[in-house]
């Protein structure tokens, strides 16, 4: 499974962006599906994440101000984040944990290639 993840920029404090990342090739199921972020000089660290159920889960920093959804149609997980504030800045990963045979239990986790979030104080 590859991600393809768009739709960083800059952006001024208090404004929007909305990331896309879509997950192609083969899988038997793609599972949860999520954001993880690392700004600079900093470790990566968790955002949001979206089971194939839909259930979600956010990191206390964002839980108000981002929205995680997913089109399963679409294989396209997307990270709506509102209010942001310059602590927000970083390169954003997203990420798919994935099957490639019915009844296995063993997952595989793809990583898209990162896309900069920039805001401007």
């Known amino acids: 499974v590859q991600l393809q993840a768009s739709g960083g920029g800059l952006v001024q404090a208090g404004g929007s962006l909305r990331l896309s990342c879509a997950a192609s090739?083969?899988?038997?199921?793609?599972?949860?599906m999520g954001w993880y972020r690392q700004a600079p000089g900093k470790q990566r660290s968790f955002v949001t994440r979206i089971s194939g159920d839909a259930s979600m889960l956010y990191a206390d920093s964002v839980r108000s101000r981002f929205t995680i959804a997913r089109d399963n149609a679409k294989s396209t997980v997307y990270l709506q984040m509102n209010s942001l504030e310059p602590e927000d800045t970083a390169v954003y990963y997203c990420?798919?944990?994935?099957?490639?045979?019915?009844?296995?239990?063993?997952?595989?986790?793809?990583w898209g290639q990162g896309t900069l979030v920039t805001v401007s104080s």
């Open positions: 090739g083969s899988a038997f199921s793609i599972n949860d």
């Open positions: 990420y798919a944990d994935f099957t490639v045979r019915s009844g296995s239990a063993v997952q595989y986790r793809s």
